[in-house]
T-cell receptor
Framework: GNSVTQMEGPVTLSEEAFLTINCTYT??????LFWYVQYPGEGLQLLLK?????DKGSNKGFEATYRKETTSFHLEKGSVQVSDSAVYFC???????????????FGKGTKLSVKP | EAQVTQNPRYLITVTGKKLTVTCSQN?????MSWYRQDPGLGLRQIYY???????DKGDVPEGYKVSRKEKRNFPLILESPSPNQTSLYFC????????????FGQGTRLTVV
């Protein structure tokens, strides 16, 4: 079945450092890929998404490219800020066939802490 | 303001005492779902609904029930809670099931003793 694997955390960086959080997936069909962010005490918010191969999603300085050949969707940011401290989840949409339409399948999450 | 509202935010209950966690969205979304979040396991889908009166099991449905009598509401029911249902629960909604942004509630932290 479909699955998402993302790098284990926690990740601790200094302000202005470069961030990469790796995400790979296994899927049948052509899923959409997402990154969600969860700030402390809050629900998840969509950070960015890509719906087909070679699409690049971007938002708030974060980017991720849908790489079908490597089944990856790595999250990157050139210069992190303290306010980026949160848990980041990679996710893919469920297969469009069958009963799980719309099921978002999440990775386990990566906690990012950015120090001043 | 577009939002998904869950209640309560925190709940401590005893084994076997029926409880309901409410979820309401004001965006006229067709698709709603419930997830639980556990350390080391990420989020796992419990139940989902593609429209009124249409519900289906997610990955971990055992011990839970849902109903979708109105488009805006999607309550989660634990008929006989057990300690292994202690978790952080999130309700989510989206315009359709695929490819569209999911909006999450703020979460309900449930402890079953």
């Amino acid at each position: 079945g479909n699955s998402v694997t993302q790098m284990e955390g926690p990740v601790t960086l200094s302000e202005e450092a470069f961030l990469t959080i790796n995400c790979t997936y296994t899927a049948t069909g052509y899923p959409s890929l997402f990154w969600y962010v969860q700030y402390p005490g809050e629900g998840l918010q969509l950070l960015l998404k890509a719906t087909k191969a070679d699409d690049k999603g971007s938002n708030k300085g974060f980017e991720a490219t849908y790489r079908k050949e490597t089944t990856s969707f790595h999250l990157e940011k050139g210069s992190v800020q303290v306010s980026d401290s949160a848990v980041y989840f990679c996710a893919l949409s469920g297969d469009s066939y069958g009963g799980s339409q719309g099921n978002l399948i999440f990775g386990k999450g990566t906690k990012l802490s950015v120090k001043p | 303001e577009a939002q998904v509202t869950q209640n309560p935010r925190y709940l401590i209950t005893v084994t076997g005492k029926k409880l309901t966690v409410t979820c309401s969205q004001n965006m006229n979304h067709e698709y709603m779902s419930w997830y639980r979040q556990d350390p080391g396991l990420g989020l796992r889908q419990i139940y989902y609904s593609m429209n009124v009166e249409v519900t289906d099991k997610g990955d971990v449905p055992e011990g839970y029930k849902v109903s979708r009598k109105e488009k805006r509401n999607f309550p989660l029911i634990l008929e006989s809670p057990s300690p292994n249902q202690t978790s952080l629960y999130f309700c989510a909604s989206s315009r359709t099931g695929l490819d569209t942004e999911a909006f999450f509630g703020q979460g309900t932290r449930l402890t079953v003793v």
